[in-house]
C-alpha cells in the first residue's frame, strides 16, 4: 500500500447561517469527526465574519481550522466595509479565503488585488486560500489553462518559494459553481489540475510547487467526492452546498478518507 495523503476538506459558508445555526453546525461537526486522524486530514469551515467570534468558542482546541471568507490588505484606515488582517488576528482565525468567483464575479475584484491580499495574509500569519476558475466564456474560448496560468502567475507574483510553499490554491470552475452549476467531468478537472501544479512548479520549483496544495470545487457532493479526490492531482475538496449540513459533510469526510 502507498503512503497515505494529506487531504484538505473544507467549506465556504458564503452568506448563509446566522450565528446561532453556525454554533450549532460547527458543534455536531466537531464531534462527529473528533475520532478522524489528525495527520491524514485538514479540516476547515469558512463562516461570515459576524460569527467567526462564536465559531472560535465552539472549535477551541479541535481539529477544525476556521477561515474568513475575504480580506482587505491594509491594517486599518478610511476602507468603510472592510475587514483588517488584525481584526481577523484578533478573532483568531487560521485562514483567508481570497478570490472567490462571487468576489471577483459578483464584486468585480482583479488578480492585483488577489495578489494584494495573498501578499497581507502571508505578512499576518494566515494561510491564504487562493481561489482561481475560469468562466464559462472561457472554456468556450478554450482558454482555460490561459486563464489559470494568468490568475497564478499575477495573485503568487513576488512571493519567493518558502512564501508561495505556504499557500492553498482551490480551483473552482465558475460555471461549476452554486445552484445553476453544472458538475464538471473527471477528465476535465483532471486536466486542469494537471496544468496548475506545471504552473506552479514553472514558478517555484519542484520542491515547493508539487508541495502547495491543490483543492477541487463545484458541485461536489457524495456522488461525486470519491472520483474527484482520486485524481492525482487533486489534494483536496473545497464544498459548498452539499457541506453545510454537517451529517452530510461528514460523510463526504469519511468516503474521501477511505480512498
Ligand atoms: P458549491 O459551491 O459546492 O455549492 O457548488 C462551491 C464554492 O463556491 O466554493
Given at each position: 500500500m502507498g503512503e497515505m495523503k494529506k487531504r484538505y476538506l473544507g467549506t465556504n459558508l458564503k452568506m448563509y447561517k446566522t450565528i446561532e445555526e453556525t454554533k450549532v453546525y460547527l458543534q455536531r461537526l466537531r464531534e462527529l469527526t473528533e475520532d478522524l486522524p489528525q495527520e491524514l486530514l485538514e479540516l476547515f469551515v469558512i463562516p461570515s465574519y459576524t460569527t467567526l467570534e462564536a465559531a472560535r468558542q465552539v472549535t477551541k482546541g479541535s481539529r477544525v481550522k476556521l477561515g474568513a471568507q475575504n480580506m482587505c490588505w491594509e491594517k486599518e484606515g478610511q476602507f468603510t466595509g472592510e475587514i483588517s488582517p488584525l481584526m481577523l488576528k484578533e478573532v483568531g482565525v487560521d485562514i483567508v479565503e481570497i478570490g472567490h468567483s462571487e468576489r471577483r464575479h459578483i464584486f468585480g475584484e482583479s488578480d492585483q488585488e488577489e495578489n494584494r491580499?495573498?501578499?497581507?495574509?502571508?505578512?499576518?500569519?494566515?494561510?491564504?486560500?487562493?481561489?482561481?476558475?475560469?468562466?464559462?466564456?472561457?472554456?468556450?474560448?478554450?482558454?482555460?489553462?490561459?486563464?489559470?496560468?494568468?490568475?497564478?502567475?499575477?495573485?503568487?507574483?513576488?512571493?519567493?518559494?518558502?512564501?508561495?510553499?505556504?499557500?492553498?490554491?482551490?480551483?473552482?470552475?465558475?460555471?461549476?459553481?452554486?445552484?445553476?452549476?453544472?458538475?464538471?467531468?473527471?477528465?476535465?478537472?483532471?486536466?486542469?489540475?494537471?496544468?496548475?501544479?506545471?504552473?506552479?512548479?514553472e514558478l517555484f520549483g519542484e520542491d515547493t510547487g508539487s508541495r502547495i496544495p491543490i483543492l477541487y470545487g463545484g458541485s461536489v457532493n457524495l456522488e461525486n467526492a470519491v472520483g474527484l479526490i482520486r485524481i492525482?492531482?487533486?489534494?483536496?475538496?473545497?464544498?459548498?452546498?452539499?457541506?453545510?449540513?454537517?451529517?452530510?459533510?461528514n460523510k463526504i469526510i469519511r468516503r474521501v478518507l477511505e480512498c
Open positions: 491580499k495573498v501578499k497581507a495574509a502571508l505578512e499576518y500569519d494566515f494561510t491564504p486560500l487562493l481561489c482561481v476558475g475560469e468562466t464559462l466564456e472561457q472554456r468556450n474560448y478554450r482558454i482555460s489553462d490561459e486563464t489559470l496560468s494568468t490568475q497564478l502567475k499575477v495573485a503568487f507574483h513576488g512571493l519567493d518559494r518558502n512564501e508561495a510553499g505556504k499557500v492553498w490554491v482551490a480551483y473552482e470552475p465558475v460555471w461549476a459553481i452554486g445552484i445553476n452549476g453544472i458538475p464538471a467531468s473527471v477528465e476535465y478537472v483532471s486536466a486542469r489540475h494537471r496544468h496548475m501544479r506545471k504552473v506552479l512548479v492525482p492531482w487533486v489534494d483536496g475538496l473545497f464544498i459548498g452546498r452539499s457541506a453545510w449540513d454537517a451529517e452530510n459533510f
